[in-house]
């Protein structure tokens, strides 16, 4: 009876922890530290979703194309983050409800008077982007250009634990590779924190469309237990807008305009 009692406890608290993979993309997903301990926006919003709901979550930090493999293969039950195209790979779905939409920008040298303009503004300038990210939601043609072997000598895939976006915008700095494109609050963020914005720059027009940002849910764990994930989110996300939303923002310093 004891054993019986003991099996029961086990499955009932593995069916109340969420298991989540997450990439380091400060501020809205960040790796802790000894010296910090904040994990993000979106984190900070997973938290208060689903601990009100009972449950508990247990992180694993992983690159973005790991937590995706993760995800796929049913050892995360979710990742929070992850653009939204309808071309999706296979392994997970979508929730209804997305984190936020994100304006993009450009990073260049303060010096360099380049600006985006399109696609062809491009040709011959040195790219820089991490493994299995994806732009296509943003802009289609720029895609295709980082995908392009012929383009292969212009595109510098940066890899790594958690700094890939401090190493591309040293390497920017350091006149390794020349323009880098992502969430405006994530490069402005970064900026600050390394110190760089004497020496880099964030500049408009970033990329065709914004960026729309959604949790992403294991097609390996029971449909059932899915389900319910994913509304809670939903419900939860909905529930968080306005004041609730922006406190969660100010605690890391940030203002948010859609």
């Not at 009972?54 to 690159?63: A, R």
């Not at 990210?133 to 289609?140: C, N, P, R, V």
């Not at 000598?153 to 006149?175: H, P, Q, T």
Request: charged fraction near 25%; glycine fraction near 6%; proline fraction near 5%.
């Amino acid at each position: 009876m004891l054993a019986l009692t003991a099996a029961g406890t086990a499955r009932l608290s593995h069916a109340d922890t969420i298991s989540v993979c997450y990439d380091h993309w400060a501020p809205m997903t960040i790796f802790p530290s000894a010296e910090s301990p904040e994990r993000g926006v979106v984190i900070d919003m997973l938290e208060q979703i689903y601990t009100a709901q009972g449950y508990q979550l247990e992180y694993y930090e992983v690159p973005l194309a790991r937590g995706l493999d993760m995800v796929a293969q049913g050892l995360c039950d979710m990742l929070p983050e992850y653009l939204y195209t309808r071309n999706s790979e296979k392994g997970f779905v979508y929730a209804a409800e997305e984190t936020f939409t994100y304006p993009s920008a450009f990073v260049v040298r303060r010096d360099d008077p380049w600006r985006y303009d399109g696609v062809q503004s491009i040709q011959g300038r040195r790219v820089a982007t991490g493994p299995g990210w994806d732009y296509s939601s943003m802009s289609a043609g720029y895609q295709d250009f980082i995908s392009d072997p012929q383009n292969s000598d212009f595109v510098e895939v940066i890899a790594g634990y958690d700094d890939v976006v401090d190493r591309i915008l040293r390497m920017i700095r350091d006149n390794r590779v020349d323009i880098y494109a992502d969430n405006e609050l994530v490069l402005q963020y970064a900026l600050n924190r390394l110190n760089l914005e004497n020496e880099l720059i964030v500049v408009h027009p970033g990329l065709e469309t914004k960026l729309v940002e959604m949790p992403i849910f294991s097609t390996a764990m029971p449909a059932a237990r899915r389900q319910t994930l994913m509304r809670i989110w939903n419900e939860g996300r909905l529930s968080l807008k306005g004041e609730r939303e922006r406190l969660l923002l100010e605690k890391y310093n940030l203002t948010f305009h859609e």
